[in-house]
């Protein structure tokens, strides 16, 4: 069964930190491109980073530069995404996505993806 899981969403304070860990099981994320994603109450789903799996470029919206960074491990079939000096407008939903394509670039744009996990919620707030 083709399966991804996040983990490590919750409550923190302005400035904080957390770290979600998307688990894959049934298939490799290795070879694959790779995204988190989040969506706000009333808001459309948006791309908040991705790795490439063709050449391992990494992109992030412009809303998180500086503050999230993802990485893969590819051991441990599990996506990561820290996320430093967090603000209440980061609060959301948050959702990661493989691409079931091997050795492609990665996008920002959730119609790249076609596994998903089921999310994590994630709230700033003091």
């Known amino acids: 069964q083709l399966q991804l899981v996040e983990s490590g969403g919750g409550l923190v304070q302005p400035g904080g930190s957390l770290r979600l860990s998307c688990a894959a099981s049934?298939?490799?994320?290795?070879?694959?491109?790779i995204g988190w994603f989040r969506q706000a109450p009333g808001k459309e789903r948006e791309g908040v980073s991705c790795?490439?799996?063709?050449?391992?470029?990494?992109f992030y919206a412009d809303s998180v530069k500086g503050r999230f960074t993802i990485s893969r491990d590819n051991a441990k079939n599990t996506l990561y995404l820290q996320m430093n000096s967090l603000k209440p407008e980061d609060t959301a939903v948050y959702y990661c996505a493989a691409d079931r394509r091997l050795f492609t670039l990665c996008g920002l744009t959730s119609r790249t993806y076609d596994y998903w996990g089921p999310g994590t919620q994630v709230t700033v707030s003091s």
């Open positions: 049934g298939f490799t994320l290795d070879y694959r491109a």
């Open positions: 790795i490439g799996s063709s050449d391992g470029r990494i």
